[in-house]
């Protein structure tokens, strides 16, 4: 079946500290890969997309990889602080057809 | 803008009454979608409409469910009869384009449903 896997249990890190979170998937052959955060109590909000023939995409502190061979995205914040924790979320257009699909999330902890 | 905007925010209900969730996208969004969230599933798309016309609803759980999208800035999702089971956080979502663009999805602060 197709699946979207990210980390169910809660990443702590130290602030200032970089943390990487992962996504993987079966059976997909996405177009692209979208990352959002979410708060407590708030929707979803878009953080960045990442194109299958692109590698890497960066966004200030955030760095983004997609990696088609190995059907896994990874998504690292650098210099981590308290304001960064958060739950992940990776999304994927299974169809190109603009119906997104999204994981489960993982939710980040940046302790001071 | 304003961003989407859903109401209410809150919504607690009895079994079997109806349930009338709206939503208004960003103008110039030509997709909406409806999503449901619950701890068990999380994010679970329920149907999306381009252009104001329904283009997949398979993720519907029942006939209980419906939604509708009269013009280009207002749909509403309709439960009819509620059940306990419902009770999830509701979310709205438009984007330009199938959010393929460098900007996404936009969603609303949905509306939290509970059925007792």
């Known amino acids: 079946s197709q699946k979207i896997e990210q980390n169910s249990e809660a990443l702590n890190i130290q602030e200032g500290k970089t943390a990487t979170l992962t996504c993987n998937y079966t059976n997909y052959s996405p177009a692209y890969l979208q990352w959002y955060r979410q708060d407590p109590g708030r929707g979803p909000v878009f953080l960045l997309l990442?194109?299958?023939?692109?590698k890497e995409k960066r966004k200030e502190r955030l760095k983004v990889t997609f990696d088609t061979t190995l059907k896994q995205s990874l998504f690292h914040i650098t210099a981590s602080q308290p304001a960064d924790s958060a739950t992940y979320l990776c999304a994927l257009d299974r169809s190109n057809t603009g119906k997104l699909i999204f994981g489960q999330g993982t939710t980040l902890q940046v302790k001071p | 803008d304003a961003g989407v905007i859903q109401s209410p925010r809150h919504e607690v209900t009895e079994m079997g009454q109806e349930v009338t969730l709206r939503c208004k996208p960003i103008?110039?969004?030509?997709?909406l979608f409806w999503y449901r969230q619950t701890m068990m599933r999380g994010l679970e798309l329920l149907i999306y409409f381009n252009n104001n016309v329904p283009i997949d609803d398979s993720g519907m759980p029942e006939d209980r469910f419906s939604a509708k999208m009269p013009n280009a800035s207002f749909s509403t999702l309709k439960i009819q009869p509620s059940e306990p089971r419902d009770s999830a956080v509701y979310f709205c979502?438009?984007?330009?384009?199938?959010?393929?663009?460098?900007?996404?999805?936009?969603f609303g602060s949905g509306t939290r449903l509970t059925v007792v």
């Open positions: 103008s110039g969004h030509d997709y």
């Open positions: 979502a438009s984007s330009l384009s199938r959010g393929q663009g460098d900007y996404g999805y936009t």
């Open positions: 990442i194109r299958e023939n692109e």
